[in-house]
């Protein structure tokens, strides 16, 4: 039963990842459809998103007070007419057609500035005084006013495709009276998980079984990544069940697979797949955990089908090796079939609570907890018993990175983490 020998190609962390980021550019996105804007946030915009209309569509009023002629402030305290007042939404008629020197016309926030005036002076600057204003406090040409247009101007590129929208995206397309927006279908992403020992969480699982997280942690996060996953059924550790089961997984847009792609005698996922033509990019990457994540390609009908092979990942078992494989590797790639631009990993830098001592020669993602607000955030490594341990990784908010070559980090260092 034990695997034919396989060619090993095992890069640095930051080599596997621009072997995704590669393969994630050639891929393009599939099918569009259309939703609605109380729906679209996550998505990813199909279509640009224009301005219809200057933004803001006039000179807008950012405070409430009294819109003036700059010039008429140069001696203060000064006294100035009021000959109108102008709220948010005004009608045309109701707004003074010309400020003239010595006018001002009281103005709310939101309202548009009337012709003639180039600053509005705050409210609480001012005293009024029957149809009089004194104002105590000057202000430059243009202070406290966004002119027509600055924001974009009407037929400007708002959102282009390929951005996952976020909260702010939602109110610039709702600012464009977009009330429905084209979205990339979200792309099918079989899990398949892989081991004799690996039984659902419905059922009750026998002394020396072991119940299937991997396939929810993994569902979870593809959903967050912007894809639906299709969980299949656990496959045996053994060629032919396990053969079938990748090949179903090969009809989806992106196969996730756990398990069974170490060094053990069962470990069969790397030979069916090379039996079945597979193309690999790489077999292992320096880190922990996740050291045996494996990258490839494969159709279903053999090398010849190249042009229509599926991206796979083989993620390593280990529950917190699988999660951490996914956001550094699959998410790439799933991202890019799902249209969007694949997003760079985010690094923050903290300072370090307490003293890390490591090997060298892997780069490390340890599961961290990040505390302390403002100016006294830190980080410190969860205690752990490895990439198996789920409920230390629950208990983490964050990795903390280390790099291959760091064996000391003293406590006080600013080292970077990623968000969890
Ligand atoms: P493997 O990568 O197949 O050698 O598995 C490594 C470790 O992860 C073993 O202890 C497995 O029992 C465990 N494991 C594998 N798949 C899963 C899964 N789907 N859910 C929870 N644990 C798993
Ligand atoms: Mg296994």
């Known amino acids: 039963m034990s695997a034919p020998p396989l060619n090993s190609i095992v890069l640095s962390f930051e080599d596997a990842r621009r072997v ?11 099918a569009v459809e259309s939703v609605d804007l109380l729906a679209a946030a996550g998505r990813v915009l199909a279509e640009p998103v224009l301005a219809d209309r200057d933004l803001p569509p006039f000179p807008r009023s950012t405070r409430d007070g009294y819109a003036v002629r700059s010039t008429d402030l140069s001696q203060l305290p000064t006294t100035l007419d009021v000959i109108g007042e102008i709220k948010a939404g005004a009608n045309l008629e109701q707004i003074p057609p010309n400020v003239g020197t010595g006018q001002t016309v009281s103005i709310m926030t939101g309202a548009p500035v009337p012709a003639g005036a180039d600053a509005v002076v705050m409210v609480e600057y001012t005293s ?12 430059v040409p243009g202070e406290n006013i966004v002119p027509r247009g600055a ?29 429905r927006l084209q979205v990339y279908k979200r792309p099918r992403v079989a ?7 690996i039984v659902d969480i419905d059922a009750k699982p026998g002394p020396t079984q072991i119940r299937n997280s991997n396939s929810y942690s993994l569902a979870a996060q593809i959903q967050h990544a912007g894809g639906e996953p299709v969980l299949l059924p656990v496959a045996p550790d053994e060629l032919q069940g396990l053969r079938h089961l990748i090949e179903e997984g090969l009809k989806f847009d992106l196969l996730l697979m756990t398990g069974g792609v170490s060094m053990g005698r069962y470990d ?25 994540v494996v990258f490839g390609q494969c159709s279903v009908g053999g090398p010849a089908r190249e042009r229509l092979a599926t991206y796979f990942f083989g993620l390593p078992g280990n529950p917190v ?18 249209g969007k631009v694949p997003s760079k990993l985010i690094f923050l830098h903290v300072r370090l609570k307490k003293e890390i001592r490591i090997k060298t020669g892997l780069t490390r993602f340890l599961p961290a907890v990040l505390s302390g607000e403002f100016e006294h955030s830190e980080v410190e490594l969860v205690t752990w018993q490895g990439s198996g341990d789920v409920a230390a990784t629950a208990r983490a908010n964050c990795y903390a990175v280390i790099p291959p070559n760091r064996e000391n980090i003293p406590a006080g260092e600013w080292i970077p983490v990623m968000l969890l």
């Open 191 to 197: 899990v398949l998980t892989t081991g004799d020992e």
């Open 128 to 139: 009024l005084r029957g149809k009089q204003v004194e104002v105590t406090r000057s202000v």
């Open 321 to 338: 090796s699988t999660m951490v494989t996914f956001e550094l590797f699959a998410r790439p790639m799933l991202e890019a079939l799902s």
């Open 268 to 292: 069969l996922v790397e030979q069916v797949l090379s039996e079945m033509g597979a193309k690999f990019f790489f077999t292992g990457a320096k880190l922990q955990p996740g050291r045996p």
């Open 151 to 179: 924001e974009a101007r009407e037929g400007a590129l708002l959102l282009d495709r390929g951005v996952g929208l976020n909260v702010a995206d939602i109110a610039l397309a709702a600012s464009a009276g977009k009330s």
């Open 20 to 30: 995704v980021e590669e393969q994630a550019a050639l891929v393009s996105a599939g």
